[in-house]
């Protein structure tokens, strides 16, 4: 089995930036891709960015620009740096992996960031 533990998140103001983290333990051999989606409260899960073994990446528009996806292979760790933080930003962020074991993505219990005047 495979844990996944985000951390980062928090309130802040626009403009600001964060960096969020997931650490995955347990059984990360096979663990192909990882990303994050995030959730608004009353909206529907979104994917944010995604980066794949080789190091190809998805990002989504509405963050172009703003986000960066990386990956620590060694550490098993994907990071998420979020600069220009604004309102719309606000939501619980998911950290996922894809297995080779497993046929659906794996997801942490997320991190809330709060972005607020």
């Known amino acids: 089995q495979v844990q996944l533990v985000e951390s980062g998140g928090g309130l802040v103001q626009p403009g600001v930036s964060l960096r969020l983290s997931c650490a995955a333990s347990?059984?990360?051999?096979?663990?192909?891709?990882m990303g994050w989606y995030r959730q608004a409260l009353g909206k529907q899960r979104e994917l944010v960015v995604g980066?794949?073994?080789?190091?190809?990446?998805n990002v989504a528009d509405f963050v172009k620009g703003r986000f960066t996806i990386s990956r620590d292979s060694v550490k098993n760790t994907v990071y998420l740096q979020m600069n220009s933080l604004k309102p719309e930003d606000t939501a619980v962020y998911y950290c996922?992996?894809?297995?080779?074991?497993?046929?659906?993505?794996?997801w942490g219990n997320g991190t809330l960031v709060t972005v607020s005047s």
């Open positions: 980066i794949t073994t080789a190091g190809s990446t």
């Open positions: 996922y992996i894809t297995h080779r074991v497993y046929g659906m993505p794996l």
């Open positions: 347990g059984s990360t051999i096979g663990i192909g891709a």
